[in-house]
């Protein structure tokens, strides 16, 4: 079983020399097959705390250990083994190539990874899991907003990650969308045993994780 932690996490950003903090303090422990739904207002850091704890940007201060290793003892090489392989990350906007068909924007990651031969196996499954078999050779500009982001979390998913962190992952959609792929976010969690760590402002999402958090003047709650 994979664990991530953070102890003590502040995060602050400078603007023309003026100190802006943002979280502070922030001690949080994941575990494999954890839901984990983070809270709170626009502006409030729910992003700037996803992008720390998926190796994405550098805190200010304070740890982050994967698996009792503290990621700030590793190499810029390790820390892009630790994103290709243990993470997944899904945002509210797809992000997805838009030169590049279904297929080849999930196979990207196992292609730089390269360290799973049967990737193209596995890319198979996880188009059949998300219902798109159909769509496997179409561009992204041919596909709805919700095919999108259904493609976006199947390339999450293909170097079969830990932990997938997810930012508004259904802000963009409507309703029918919106909970099409929670549930499908849902499902493949419970499949897969993989953690959901979910900044989001849907309470009908955010009813489905076991725990949930406010982040509120630069704190962590939970609720």
Not at 18 to 46: F, P, Q, R, W
Not at 47 to 69: P, R, V
Not at 138 to 158: N, T
């Amino acid at each position: 079983m994979s664990n991530l932690r953070c102890q003590n996490l502040c995060k602050s950003f400078y603007i023309d020399k003026e100190e802006i903090e943002v979280l502070k303090n922030i001690s949080l422990n994941i575990n494999s097959k954890d839901l984990i739904a983070i809270s709170g207002e626009s502006g409030a850091g729910k992003s700037t705390l996803l992008h720390l704890l998926a190796s994405l940007d550098k805190q200010t201060s304070g740890e982050i250990y994967f698996n009792d290793e503290n990621i700030q003892s590793f190499s810029p090489s390790k820390i892009s083994a630790l994103r290709l392989n243990n993470y997944g990350f899904v945002y509210q906007f797809h992000h997805l190539l838009e030169d590049l068909s279904v297929f080849e924007n999930i196979l990207l990651p196992a292609q730089i990874s390269n360290t799973n031969n049967n990737y193209l196996n596995d890319a198979n499954l996880i188009i059949n899991e998300i219902g798109l078999s159909n769509r496997i050779n179409h561009l992204p500009w041919k596909l709805s907003g919700g095919e999108k982001q259904r493609v976006a979390i199947a390339r999450a998913l293909i170097n079969k990650p830990d932990f997938i962190f997810l930012d508004e992952p259904t802000g963009n959609l409507d309703e029918k969308n919106s909970n099409s792929i929670q549930d499908l976010l849902l499902n493949l969690s419970r499949d897969h045993g993989i953690a959901l760590v979910a900044a989001t402002h849907d309470n009908n999402f955010m009813k489905n994780f076991k725990k949930i958090y406010k982040l509120e003047n630069k704190l962590l709650v939970e609720i």
